[in-house]
């Protein structure tokens, strides 16, 4: 099933400053197989559910295994079965 | 990786009640082998992370099984290192 | 305009334990003329918008104040025209 | 006090397609005096919380005007002391 998604990951215990781990998040998403698009409250990516998922799950444990001690992260999914979901179908 | 999440699960094109598609979501949920708790925005869920994300999925295909053309799911993620996260170690 | 809303706040920079800026996020909630529920990934409320607003605000505010450098708040809002939306009409 | 935030809405009622709606949630963003940014999953902006807030509440007060019997909107705001809380400063 395709699906689009928005991923926003917030290190915690970490500092005030967590764009060196956001920015590692976004890197294992972009070598996800994954269409992506930055912006300033996360990734928003295209593809698989499977593979959403998967890529989700590879950042909490890729930021643990960085140090991380604590991560809260934020995911929307859209699915949908009258036409294939799209990032670009979603602007205007 | 024991995680615990939020799900929320809003069913576009089924009119304005939703109610009977939530309710169905929070089945599949109550069914997954996840602890859960229903509360006004949302079900929160304690568990294995693969057996949330796989509880997500599941929700989305099964609520397309039933007619529902098109879903905007939110999904909050915590996890940490440094003990077992849990929802009861997150309430006051 | 009566609002249903769900507020999580999320304290940067003040360590991996957030417990202590949590519980007072929520204790203004709890003054701020809301009916409130608390869960373990945020506080539900119920009240006018702008109450609703006003009190997110004063979240931020007051736990800048407390000494937190970072914070960073997911509200979700719901309103209808149908009926007066409520907390208690979102269970089942 | 300056912020950034993401603001998503979600129009309910009004059938599978949405756009028309999101288009006009946009739209008033744009006026309202804040810097906006358009992603697939919102619209992200900055400027003073006072002026974020009362957008966003314009936004269901518009909708609901135009028909929208039921809108759910999700929020994420981010506030800071030690800078400038800018949507540039969150890239890389």
């Known amino acids: 099933m395709k699906a689009t998604a928005e991923i926003q990951v917030i290190p915690l215990g970490v500092g005030v400053s967590v764009r060196e781990y956001v920015k590692k998040a976004h890197e294992i998403l972009k070598t996800s197989g994954l269409q992506v698009q930055l912006h ?3 990734t928003n990516v295209e593809g698989e559910l499977d593979d959403i998922l998967a890529a989700v799950k590879r950042v909490h444990e890729t930021l643990h295994a960085e140090g991380v001690t604590r991560i809260s992260s934020a ?18």
């Open 40 to 42: 300033a409250f996360g």
């Open 75 to 92: 995911v929307k999914i859209g699915t949908r079965t009258d036409k294939e979901p799209t990032l670009a179908g979603k602007l205007f």
